[in-house]
């Protein structure tokens, strides 16, 4: 089986266990590590699902938890989740996946004829328009959710089994990334009780996705020599799979982890998902960012992803989701972006509505042939099941000029910086503020 976006080497999957799997009864073929969005992407599987209300096609967006376009809904009968984000499920022998929100089928949807009627409807109309007679609301009522519903409620009995348990600690943390892995390493060298909790199936958070070094070396080697000094502390547990979702009173978090969620149905056994109630002395959030989109018109189709997930699909899962890209961008991180596809053969052209600048990256992408637009925006975006062209339009203080160019792309990787992940600390009761410099909400008292 073909996966045609599948670089020849590179990422953290194990090209040694293939995995089949079908997705809107196409059968398709992944690797042990991959996700169900890596793996779509890996087979060249861009248009995944139909928006909410217009039904206009809809693509991978992220590679992470914030995924806002790739909902599905997994396996059938007693063993079905509505809504699951394909950036988070792990892939698995035998996965059986279909789009949400499209009826008969994801290409032919029939709801998709309201986006000739988009202009007629705006939002809350439905609540203006269906009002008379008033008793034949429920029916309005029910034809509005058809039409505006997302995944299927199970009708038969969950199969599967569910538990919780009790902890107690010195020192939570949450976030395995750079900053949570060197946390709790400091706090288990003073013999405190740890707990480490992180949503991935292994640690390292963004290092996975990216080249770097710590300590003069390789980051992911300073990664595994933590996580083995961490395996040897007595005190010291670490939850993977597991995902705090819960920050109430008196350091009383809650979190959920999977067991078994990432096996074939037929081989899971025992509890499917534990949920801990972790009461702690002191709690740790290293919950990192999530990288910004910047808006265009018809910036949500298909091929319009962050940067940093385009990275992420190359690093950490040797995916390469375009070959003729347009990295749009307002910092230096897209230079980032630009780089990896540079240097796994992709044509690149970065469309930068700064003035050029010094920067290191800049730099490095210009040596490296990268075609660089200074004072520019993407303007608009076209095609029908997937980007096939952008207009790039001048923009000097904050204002858009001509059209410059029209550039052709099957990929648009875009960078509006990062805003740090805020939830858990929200919850609780901290207070956050604006910073003007940094354009984002940073955590206060």
């Not at 009461?279 to 959030?285: D, F, G, T």
């Not at 540079?342 to 990256?361: E, F, H, S």
């Not at 009761?429 to 354009?439: F, L, P, R, T, V």
Request: contains cysteine; charged residues 20%; hydrophobic residues 40%.
């Amino acid at each position: 089986m073909s996966q045609k976006n599948r670089l020849g080497a590179g990422g953290r999957v194990n090209r040694a266990i293939p995995l089949n799997f079908t997705f809107n009864g196409r059968t398709y073929q992944g690797f042990q590590g991959d996700t169900l969005a890596s793996a779509l992407l890996a087979n060249d599987v861009h248009f995944v699902a139909r928006s909410f209300k217009y039904h206009r096609p809809r693509g991978i967006m992220t590679a992470d938890v914030a995924e806002p376009n790739a909902i599905v809904q997994l396996e059938r009968g007693a063993y079905t989740v509505p809504n699951a984000r394909a950036t988070e499920v792990e892939l698995y022998q035998g996965l059986v996946a279909t789009s949400v929100n499209a009826e008969p089928s994801l290409e032919n949807d029939r709801m998709a004829i309201n986006q000739k009627f988009s202009r007629f409807l705006p939002a809350g109309f439905y609540y203006k328009t269906f009002m008379w007679p008033r008793k034949w609301w429920p029916k309005y009522e029910e034809k509005i959710r058809d039409a505006a519903g997302l995944g299927k409620a199970p009708e038969v009995r969950d199969a599967d089994r569910y538990d919780k348990c009790f902890a107690h600690c010195d020192v939570l943390v949450v976030g395995g990334g750079p900053a949570g892995l060197a946390a709790a390493h400091t706090a288990g060298a003073t013999g405190a009780r740890v707990i480490l909790v992180d949503d991935q199936r292994e640690l390292g958070g963004s290092l996975l996705s990216c080249k770097a070094d710590i300590d003069g070396r390789p980051a992911l080697n300073w990664v595994e020599k933590i996580e083995a000094e961490l395996k040897q502390m007595p005190d010291v547990k670490i939850l993977s799979r597991s995902t705090a979702f819960g920050y109430q009173d008196h350091n009383l978090v809650t979190v959920t982890q999977r067991l078994t969620e990432h096996l074939p149905v037929s081989t899971r056994q025992g509890t499917r998902e534990l949920l801990w109630k972790i009461r702690a002395r002191r709690v740790i959030l290293a919950t990192g960012a999530h990288e910004r989109p910047i808006v265009f018109g018809n910036n949500d189709l298909p091929g319009i992803m962050l940067a940093s997930a385009v990275s992420t699909y190359i690093h950490r899962y040797g995916v390469l989701p375009g070959r003729n890209a347009v990295v749009f961008t307002n910092n230096d991180a897209g230079y980032r972006c630009a780089l990896d596809l540079k240097a796994c053969g992709a044509t690149v052209t970065v469309v930068d509505g700064r003035a050029q600048g010094n920067g290191a990256l800049q730099a490095t992408a210009r040596r490296q042939g990268v075609k660089v637009m200074y004072n520019a925006a993407i303007n608009c975006a076209h095609g029908k099941q997937r980007v096939s062209s952008v207009d790039v339009v001048g923009y000097t203080n904050g204002q858009a000029g001509a059209q410059q160019a029209t550039l052709a792309c099957d990929l648009v990787a875009v960078s509006g910086g990062v805003s740090p992940v805020l939830h858990l600390f929200a919850q609780s009761g901290g207070k956050a503020h604006w910073s003007d410099a940094k354009a984002c909400f940073l955590p206060g008292k």
